[in-house]
T-cell receptor, first 116, second 110 residues
Framework: NAGVMQNPRHLVRRRGQEARLRCSPMKGHSHVYWYRQLPEEGLKFMVYLQKENIIDESGMPKERFSAEFPKEGPSILRIQQVVRGDSAAYFC??????????????FGPGTRLTVL | QKEVEQDPGPLSVPEGAIVSLNCTYSNSAFQYFMWYRQYSRKGPELLMYTYSSGNKEDGRFTAQVDKSSKYISLFIRDSQPSDSATYLCAMSASDYKLSFGAGTTVTVRA
């Protein structure tokens, strides 16, 4: 069973361009979470999605950032008009279900975005 | 004040030593506590999970949670060079939104 897959692993963009980060969850997982890791800081929650639904986007910047998890295909984190401060590692995690008890989130290898 | 505080280290120990890691937190609603291991340029991998207060042991790893002090610890016994990594504490009040510490970088010298 393949783990969480993210691509690209490295992405370089110039200021003002768009960045699209893709995440394919583990087989059988229908819940996806995106986190951002800035240098010298811990991972910060951005958004939680289920198929075709955004459940919690409280950690997403209000402008330029959007996320989707369509019925078919990977989850996409989209950053429009990137700025240097967007340079970070973006991690995707997936889990099989959510209920009142904790369920493990499996993390992908991350996409490292560099904005020139 | 950060919600989760973790000393970034770095921490260097000889092979076979006990590695002691800890985090403090401010949100009394946290009830799920985790330790992740992250190798360079890789994603975090769950090592230990504890619900509420108490101790949990798994092989060479022991996790402790003291909710009254808002303090969690991870101990690694008989450390090996392969344990060299960054260790992240994480915690949650709900079942999905994890709050992470900044991570402690550990090097185990052969």
């Amino acid at each position: 069973n393949a783990g969480v897959m993210q691509n690209p692993r490295h992405l370089v963009r110039r200021r003002g361009q768009e960045a699209r980060l893709r995440c394919s969850p583990m087989k059988g997982h229908s819940h996806v979470y995106w986190y951002r890791q800035l240098p010298e800081e811990g991972l910060k929650f951005m958004v939680y999605l289920q198929k075709e639904n955004i459940i919690d986007e409280s950690g997403m910047p209000k402008e330029r950032f959007s996320a989707e998890f369509p019925k078919e295909g990977p989850s996409i984190l989209r950053i429009q008009q990137v700025v240097r401060g967007d340079s970070a590692a973006y991690f995707c995690a997936s889990s099989p279900l959510t209920d009142p008890s904790y369920n493990e989130q499996f993390f992908g290898p991350g996409t490292r975005l560099t904005v020139l | 004040q950060k919600e989760v505080e973790q000393d970034p280290g770095p921490l260097s120990v000889p092979e076979g030593a006990i590695v002691s890691l800890n985090c403090t937190y401010s949100n009394s609603a946290f009830q799920y506590f985790m330790w992740y291991r992250q190798y360079s340029r890789k994603g975090p991998e769950l090592l230990m999970y504890t619900y509420s207060s108490g101790n949990k042991e798994d092989g060479r790893f022991t996790a402790q949670v003291d909710k009254s002090s808002k303090y969690i610890s991870l101990f690694i016994r008989d450390s090996q060079p392969s344990d060299s990594a960054t260790y992240l504490c994480a915690m949650s009040a709900s079942d999905y939104k994890l709050s992470f510490g900044a991570g402690t970088t550990v090097t185990v010298r052969a």
